[in-house]
């Protein structure tokens, strides 16, 4: 289908809203949450009005046709991800939830006392806090990967970094921060190299890019629905069924078990195994729709999209003046996300006055402190797009950034 | 015609952003009124950080059997906290406890609408007028106040 903003912005009904001071939404916090077209927020309502039983348990049609829903989208998952199958992957609440399984799950059953767990020094909190609870409960040693002052990974000294006592590298494919794409190659490489199993935190990647999991031959990934059209408190993990497989649960109850006696119980196959109790069925099926909408439009029209749209956006801003934006300066390396600071303004007063005018963005140290206290920085402006992003909206955000200098300078100047 | 191009034919210095400038200029006032040194000698310091921004806050103390006083401030900060700092310092006044958190709760109640800041100094009430119009920057008006309340609790 060709790729056409205009007629797609369309589909977004949240993108016609006002702010209280009349002026249009001009939605840049697509990194934090993404907005949902129609067909996703019909299916979710469709299943609440019309199809709304719990899953797998029920023998009436209600049930079996909400379970054929839940399980279609799992196939569908696999499918989009090229996964290696349905079984390997586990619907979650989200990204942090899927990691928290594997840290909580092949984490406590692999890692011991004087094993390391690599991390690098941009992950988000949900990749790095994880991992802190396991290396403080099993004594084991955390290493980090640096990153070059483009935010690429260094990965000059690696074979020190990753070693045979290496357990696990949990690592995120696209940073929220600066939108850098890595090329997590080497990595996986030297993962293989010395045994370690590689995880990686794809809640940034899954949304923007089209991955091939089997091609990547990663041992888990990570993600979100909500940040690619889905619903919110769904996600996904996917795991090699053969790891998998050798998981214990992590979560005990409803759904999971195979028999239970008042003092054992034997634990049901994959997937089931790994989703302990009722899920967010209407989240999974409003899944669905996303990837249903995502694959006709196209990851690679999107990402495309994004690069014109970023392309735009650091042009723009660089000719802003006073700006600073961090990240690597080629495209090739960057997803739809810009993270900067204007000087003499802290993130923050720039968010709340470009809200004044309709244009959201987020601020703060965006759930990556230890990168922010490397840039000696409390925190960024993070302006982040999606496939419906226009360059009038990045317009509307330089726009706004000029009012917010010119107002700083005008009080500075008193 | 896309919605934008009706959109830029706004005035770029419309009342919005006059309103944002004038408030600007109210902030940076009341953060004016503390004692702002970027080496505080006193002996105790109290530290918050703002766990959604990482902005972060020091008041250097005095205390003494009447309370715990602000001597002065120091941090890197947003507008609005930097605002709160410098009002809650130019109360010169020696905290407990219980008069803190009655403080407090006078605030958050009037935040929450159930009463009106009827004691209070017009330039605090002003501010924390302006506050209930942000309730994203509430986390930010409050850090210098936890941060005292820290220091009691301590």
Same mark, same amino acid.
């Given at each position: 289908?060709?790729?056409?903003?205009?007629?797609?912005? /369309?589909?977004?009904?949240? %993108?016609?809203?006002?702010?209280?001071?009349?002026?249009?939404?001009?939605?840049?916090?697509?990194?934090?949450?993404?907005?949902?077209?129609?067909?996703?927020?019909?299916?979710?309502?469709?299943?609440?009005?019309?199809?709304?039983?719990?899953?797998?348990?029920?023998?009436?049609?209600?049930?079996?046709?909400?379970?054929?829903?839940?399980?279609?989208? /799992?196939?569908?998952? #696999?499918?989009?991800?090229?996964?290696?199958?349905?079984?390997?992957?586990?619907?979650?609440?989200?990204?942090?939830?899927?990691?928290?399984?594997?840290?909580?799950?092949?984490?406590?059953?692999?890692?011991?006392?004087?094993?390391?767990?690599?991390?690098?020094?941009?992950?988000?909190?949900?990749?790095?806090?994880?991992?802190?609870?396991?290396?403080?409960?099993?004594?084991?040693?955390?290493?980090?990967?640096?990153?070059?002052?483009?935010?690429?990974?260094?990965?000059?000294? %690696?074979?020190?970094?990753?070693?045979?006592?290496?357990?696990?590298?949990?690592?995120?494919?696209?940073?929220?921060?600066?939108?850098?794409?890595?090329?997590?190659?080497?990595?996986?490489? /030297?993962?293989?190299?010395?045994?370690?199993?590689? %995880?990686?935190?794809?809640?940034?990647?899954?949304?923007?890019?089209?991955?091939?999991?089997?091609?990547?031959?990663?041992?888990?990934?990570?993600? #979100?629905?909500?940040?690619?059209?889905?619903?919110?408190?769904?996600?996904? %993990?996917?795991?090699?069924?053969?790891?998998?497989?050798?998981?214990?649960?992590?979560?005990?109850?409803?759904?999971?078990?195979? #028999?239970?006696?008042?003092?054992?119980?034997?634990?049901?196959?994959?997937?089931?195994?790994?989703?302990?109790?009722?899920?967010?069925?209407?989240?999974?099926?409003?899944?669905?729709?996303?990837?249903?909408?995502?694959?006709?439009?196209?990851?690679?029209?999107?990402?495309?999209?994004?690069?014109?749209?970023?392309?735009?956006?650091?042009?723009?801003?660089? #000719?802003?003046?006073?700006?600073?934006?961090?990240?690597?300066?080629?495209?090739?390396?960057?997803?739809?996300?810009?993270?900067?600071?204007?000087?003499? @303004?802290?993130?923050?007063?720039?968010?709340?006055?470009?809200?004044?005018?309709?244009?959201?963005?987020? @601020?703060?140290?965006?759930?990556?402190?230890?990168?922010?206290?490397?840039?000696?920085?409390?925190?960024?402006?993070?302006?982040?797009?999606?496939?419906?992003?226009?360059?009038?909206?990045?317009?509307?955000?330089?726009?706004?950034?000029?009012?917010?200098?010119?107002?700083?300078?005008?009080?500075?100047?008193? | 015609?896309?919605?934008?191009?009706?959109?830029?034919?706004?005035?770029? $210095?419309?009342?919005?952003?006059?309103? =944002?400038?004038?408030?600007?200029?109210? $902030?940076?006032?009341?953060?004016?009124?503390?004692?702002?040194?970027?080496?505080?000698?006193?002996?105790?310091?109290? =530290?918050?950080?703002?766990?959604?921004? *990482?902005?972060?806050?020091?008041?250097?103390?005095?205390?003494?059997?009447? *309370?715990?006083?602000?001597?002065?401030?120091? *941090?890197?900060?947003?507008?609005?906290?930097?605002?709160?700092?410098?009002?809650?310092?130019?109360?010169?006044?020696?905290?407990?406890?219980?008069?803190?958190?009655?403080?407090?709760?006078?605030?958050?109640?009037?935040?929450?609408?159930?009463?009106?800041?009827?004691? $209070?100094?017009?330039?605090?009430?002003? $501010?924390?007028?302006?506050?209930?119009?942000?309730? *994203?920057?509430?986390?930010?008006?409050?850090?210098?106040?936890?941060?005292?309340?820290? =220091?009691?609790?301590?």
């Amino acid at each position: 289908m060709p790729f056409d903003v205009y007629q797609l912005r /369309r589909d977004f009904p949240i %993108l016609d809203i006002k702010n209280p001071n009349g002026k249009p939404l001009v939605y840049l916090d697509n990194a934090a949450s993404s907005q949902k077209p129609n067909s996703v927020i019909l299916a979710t309502n469709k299943y609440y009005s019309e199809e709304n039983a719990n899953i797998h348990r029920g023998v009436y049609h209600l049930s079996q046709h909400a379970t054929e829903q839940f399980e279609k989208t /799992r196939i569908k998952t #696999s499918n989009f991800f090229h996964a290696q199958c349905a079984k390997a992957i586990i619907f979650t609440r989200g990204t942090t939830d899927a990691i928290n399984l594997v840290a909580q799950s092949w984490g406590r059953t692999n890692v011991g006392e004087g094993d390391e767990i690599v991390l690098s020094v941009q992950e988000h909190h949900s990749n790095l806090v994880p991992w802190q609870m396991l290396a403080l409960e099993k004594k084991a040693r955390l290493k980090f990967i640096p990153i070059l002052p483009d935010s690429t990974y260094d990965l000059r000294n %690696l074979n020190e970094i990753i070693t045979r006592k290496t357990k696990i590298i949990a690592i995120s494919q696209m940073s929220n921060v600066t939108g850098t794409i890595h090329d997590l190659s080497p990595i996986i490489e /030297r993962a293989r190299q010395v045994g370690a199993k590689i %995880l990686v935190d794809g809640a940034q990647s899954a949304s923007h890019l089209k991955i091939d999991l089997v091609g990547m031959d990663v041992d888990f990934f990570a993600f #979100s629905a909500h940040k690619m059209l889905g619903p919110t408190g769904v996600g996904v %993990l996917f795991g090699k069924e053969e790891i998998l497989e050798e998981m214990p649960p992590w979560l005990g109850g409803g759904d999971m078990i195979e #028999s239970v006696e008042l003092e054992t119980s034997t634990y049901a196959n994959l997937p089931a195994k790994l989703e302990a109790g009722t899920p967010n069925i209407a989240g999974v099926i409003g899944f669905s729709a996303a990837l249903d909408y995502l694959t006709k439009v196209g990851m690679q029209n999107i990402h495309e999209h994004e690069l014109e749209i970023t392309s735009y956006a650091l042009e723009k801003l660089n #000719s802003l003046g006073g700006v600073t934006i961090y990240g690597t300066e080629d495209l090739a390396k960057r997803g739809g996300v810009v993270s900067f600071t204007l000087d003499g @303004v802290h993130p923050h007063d720039v968010g709340s006055m470009l809200d004044e005018e309709g244009v959201a963005i987020r @601020v703060g140290h965006h759930c990556c402190q230890p990168l922010m206290k490397q840039w000696s920085i409390p925190g960024t402006c993070r302006a982040s797009f999606y496939l419906y992003t226009t360059k009038e909206e990045i317009d509307a955000l330089v726009f706004g950034l000029e009012k917010v200098k010119s107002i700083f300078s005008r009080v500075a100047k008193k | 015609m896309h919605w934008y191009l009706d959109w830029r034919k706004l005035n770029p $210095f419309s009342l919005v952003s006059q309103k =944002s400038k004038e408030q600007i200029e109210k $902030f940076l006032y009341w953060k004016e009124l503390g004692n702002w040194e970027t080496s505080p000698s006193e002996k105790q310091i109290v =530290s918050l950080k703002n766990p959604l921004c *990482g902005d972060e806050i020091h008041l250097a103390l005095n205390q003494t059997d009447e *309370g715990i006083q602000i001597v002065s401030l120091n *941090g890197e900060a947003c507008s609005v906290c930097l605002a709160a700092a410098g009002l809650l310092y130019s109360k010169k006044h020696k905290w407990k406890e219980d008069s803190l958190i009655l403080y407090e709760n006078q605030i958050k109640n009037y935040l929450d609408g159930k009463n009106e800041l009827m004691t $209070f100094p017009l330039d605090e009430v002003e $501010f924390w007028e302006i506050m209930k119009l942000h309730p *994203g920057r509430h986390r930010c008006a409050f850090l210098p106040l936890l941060a005292l309340k820290k =220091s009691l609790q301590e």
